[in-house]
T-cell receptor
């Protein structure tokens, strides 16, 4: 099946710094990528939908200036958590869409100290 | 907006028994449904899907049932194995609208030895 690579798998950063998470579709072109956030023992919450070459569409309550999404090519989308704070600590997962199927990255565990 | 997940309910099943995981979806316009399995620290894995023109679909040891009248989805796992222990999420998609994957709250399945 299709492979989506998400990097890094774990990151610890200091409060106030920015962190970039990459999501790559390795063997297919993904016109749409989705970014999710998952709190411990909870479901995945959609943060934003990213279309190649255009601005991301953010879900209600998600700060677009805080969570910068760039989808510069058909195989790469990035999520940058700007000026991270401890409450941004979470598990972030990307998903790349190929037609009717969606493939998930392995997730990034972000810890802000 | 997206539903915020509560703490995940847990279903404990004896190894070898059958398990049924239930899910209520929210959008009557959703026409494509997927069950995902998520192991600790990993991204969701596709298990089985069903379109709204069907009410039942079978895979290997898994069956998905869809009741559109009450907006209910279930996942049946036959002859459970230790490797089935995971969190299971249903997801709904409104094709031809925005293709966003909206996840249900999730259920933790615990297989007892």
């Amino acid at each position: 099946g299709a492979v989506v690579s998400q990097h890094p798998s774990r990151v610890i950063c200091k409060s106030g710094t920015s962190v970039k998470i990459e999501c790559r579709s390795l063997d297919f072109q993904a016109t749409t990528m989705f970014w999710y956030r998952q709190f411990p023992k909870q479901s995945l919450m959609l943060m934003a939908t990213s279309n190649e070459g255009s601005k991301a569409t953010y879900e209600q309550g998600v700060e677009k200036d805080k969570f910068l999404i760039n989808h510069a090519s058909l195989t790469l989308s990035t999520l940058t958590v700007t000026s991270a704070h401890p409450e941004d600590s979470s598990f972030y997962i990307c998903s790349a869409s190929a037609g009717t199927e969606a493939f998930f990255g392995q997730g990034t565990r972000l810890t802000v100290v | 907006g997206e539903s915020v997940g509560l703490h995940l309910p847990t279903l404990s099943v004896q190894e070898g028994d059958n398990s049924i995981i239930n899910c209520a979806y929210s959008n009557s316009a959703s026409d494509y449904f997927i069950w995902y399995k998520q192991e600790s620290g990993k991204g969701p894995q596709f298990i089985i899907d069903i379109r709204s023109n069907m009410d039942k679909r079978q895979g290997q040891r898994v069956t998905v049932l869809l009741n559109k009248t009450v907006k209910h989805l279930s996942l049946q796992i036959a002859a459970t194995q230790p490797g089935d222990s995971a969190v299971y999420f249903c997801a709904e998609i409104a094709m031809n609208r925005d293709d966003k994957i909206i996840f249900g709250k999730g259920t933790r399945l615990h297989i007892l030895p």
